[in-house]
């Protein structure tokens, strides 16, 4: 993940200012990757530290350690009003080991607006040697007085490829790094998620849709897959399964997914079969019921079988 934030704009812009010598006392990193802004954040901190990778500074940040870099909230802890409390009374006292201290704040767009307005002064005139670096996946809940008195840095989502190089750095030759970085929307701890693991649930929920070839089995799995939390994921994987195996009616090579969907459909299902489940990612928006959703779906490309079938 280092490199991929290495090579944003917004960590360019720090680290000019840093060598400039015009850092400013309070800044907000925003970056929808929730997953991955503490570790996007301790990277930017080594930047307002001057750290060089591999030194002592760098590798005491990493792990928390240094005491005039703070990481807030703490542990399992939520940033309350008693920690913007303590972190008040703490920025009173001189930095420990250097000439500044810093203070950390991962997923401030959770802070409440008291907690925000009581770090507003200190925020504001901070005493001396004192900065703030703020972490938000998005900065809507920020008020906007908050914003106004930080210096805003944005990480915008990052392209497939630039995922997908990420991905392969991570776990070289991962089965699903490619399929990964193209559905996680730009965010790495999307694609880190579904290449780790989740995209093969992902596939096993889609392959078990693409060959319900009953009623029976239809209803069975549209109660099965009501309630997962990759909807969209399985709809799109649902409908490239079906383009593949259309496709290797032409080509005749078929893995073993294409082979299976093959099975149970004749090639004017499966170009319905691939139509109808791109339509339903539309669908989806508006859709609440996912059960009915993928039923009907379902529903449908048995029905249209059938009706080939009695050609």
């Known amino acids: 993940m280092e490199q991929l934030i290495k090579s944003t704009a917004a960590y360019k812009i720090l680290c000019g200012e840093a060598k400039e010598g015009r850092l400013a006392h309070s800044y907000m990193l925003v970056f929808a990757d929730g997953a991955n802004m503490r570790a996007a954040l301790k990277i930017f901190a ?11 500074l760098s590798g005491k940040i990493d792990r928390e350690t240094y005491p005039d870099c703070k990481i807030y909230p703490q542990g399992d802890k939520k940033f309350t009003v008693e920690a913007v409390s303590d972190l008040i009374a703490d920025s009173a006292l001189k930095p420990t080991e250097g000439s500044k201290k810093l203070y950390v704040i991962s997923g401030f767009e959770e802070c409440s607006a008291v907690v925000q307005n009581k ?18 996946s998005t900065a809507a809940p920020v008020l906007p007085t908050i914003k ?14 630039e995922i997908y190089a990420a991905l392969e750095r991570e ?17 790495l701890g999307a ?24 009623y ?14 990759y909807k969209k994921q399985i709809i799109a994987e649902a409908e490239r399964l079906f383009f ?7 080509t005749g090579a078929a893995d073993y997914d294409s082979q299976q969907i093959c099975k149970a459909w004749n090639k004017n299902t499966l170009i319905f079969a691939a139509e109808s489940y791109g339509r ?29 079938l009695k050609l």
Not at 46 to 56: L, Q, S
Not at 191 to 214: D, M, P, V, W
Not at 216 to 229: H, R, T
Not at 244 to 250: G, R
């Open 46 to 56: 080594k930047v307002i530290f001057c750290c060089k990778d591999g030194d002592k």
């Open 119 to 136: 770090l507003l002064k200190v925020l504001e005139e901070p005493p001396e040697g004192i900065c703030f670096l703020l972490g938000a």
């Open 148 to 161: 106004s008195r930080v210096h805003m840095l944005e990480i915008p989502p990052f392209t497939a490829d």
């Open 171 to 187: 776990r070289p030759y991962g089965g699903y790094n490619r399929r990964a970085a193209e559905s996680c929307g730009g965010i």
């Open 191 to 214: 694609a880190q998620s579904l290449a780790g693991g989740a995209f093969a649930e992902i596939n096993s929920a889609a392959l078990e849709l693409c060959t319900a070839t009953t």
């Open 216 to 229: 029976e089995k239809a209803g069975e799995l549209s109660l099965k897959y009501a309630d997962s939390k």
């Open 244 to 250: 593949t195996a259309l496709k290797t009616t032409v």
């Open 280 to 308: 339903a990612q539309a669908d989806l928006k508006f859709n609440a019921y996912f059960s009915a959703l993928i039923y009907n779906l379902m529903l449908g490309v048995i029905q249209e079988n059938d009706k080939w």
